[in-house]
């Protein structure tokens, strides 16, 4: 029996998951089937339900149901706590888990693909939405000097500072005047509306990595990073296949090779 899976959001046709694990698939031998769920913005629970209960396994979950995927899983990861969103469930024996691999993936991303040690480093991490305190856990995880946390609204970043006792520092983006930072994380929806959060000319320290969790096009974020001295920049790629791998695990036990597939990905851009 084949194993059935899938990906839910709204929009989802333009979504690279049902490519990237039926390549973890063919890799490692997996019988999987892998498709879209076009969910309506008031029937996830319905939508999901439904392919439970014709035999589904998993779901990858995207925008904009990770907080209600995290209301409906029945039993939360550790991680899943911390980001309150889920972006994975697994349904076995009648249980249904809930996880967030998008934090791991950003952090394997990092430290392993583009083999940046975390450990010391001035982090900021820009923006306090559902992408930035999915990545907050696992990035403290690495022990870096400081981990800022810059939104426009300094009020949300003092709220997740908050929940995570007081590890992260939240600022303004007026705050960031007098800072420099090894590795910088976009985490903000600028990108999607063609935007750029208000940065400071001098932010990036010598050789500093410049990382936007977009992937597929050249953001302003990016851009700027170019012209302002960042030493490396990088787009979400491969944090998109690492969180896949991440899910892929949970679901198989086997960890798939990544580096083949974001290379595929990439040539067939």
Do not use: C
């Amino acid at each position: 029996m084949t194993d059935k899976y899938a990906v839910v959001g709204n929009p989802v046709a333009h979504s690279k998951s049902p490519q990237i694990h039926a390549e973890f698939a063919s890799q490692t031998g997996q019988d999987i089937s892998y498709e879209r769920l076009l969910a309506p913005l008031d029937g996830f629970v319905e939508t999901i339900e439904a392919f439970r209960q014709t035999g589904g396994k998993g779901l990858n979950v995207t925008v904009p149901f990770k907080e209600e995927a995290f209301r409906y899983a029945r039993t939360r990861t550790a991680r899943a706590e911390a980001a309150g969103a889920v972006n994975t469930l697994k349904f076995e024996n009648g249980e249904i888990l809930g996880d967030n691999t998008d934090g791991a993936g950003l952090v394997r991303d990092l430290t392993i693909n583009l083999k940046r040690s975390l450990k010391n480093k001035r982090i900021l991490l820009m923006g306090a939405g559902g992408a930035a305190r999915g990545a907050i856990a696992p990035v403290l995880a690495e022990y870096p000097a400081i981990l800022v946390l810059a939104n426009r609204t300094v009020e949300k970043a003092q709220q997740l500072a908050e929940l995570f006792d007081n590890k992260l520092v939240p600022a303004p983006y007026e705050a960031l005047m007098e800072q420099s930072f090894d590795i910088v994380i976009n985490a903000t929806a600028a990108s999607l509306k063609g935007e750029l959060p208000p940065l400071p000319d001098q932010l990036f320290n010598p050789g500093a990595l410049a990382y936007d969790m977009m992937y597929g096009t050249e953001t302003p974020f990016m851009a700027w990073a170019r012209q302002h001295g960042a030493g490396t920049v990088a787009d979400g790629l491969g944090m998109l296949v690492e969180q896949a791998a991440e899910s892929f695990y949970l679901w198989r036990g086997v960890r798939p090779d990544t580096e083949p597939v974001i290379q595929k990905l990439r040539t067939s851009a």
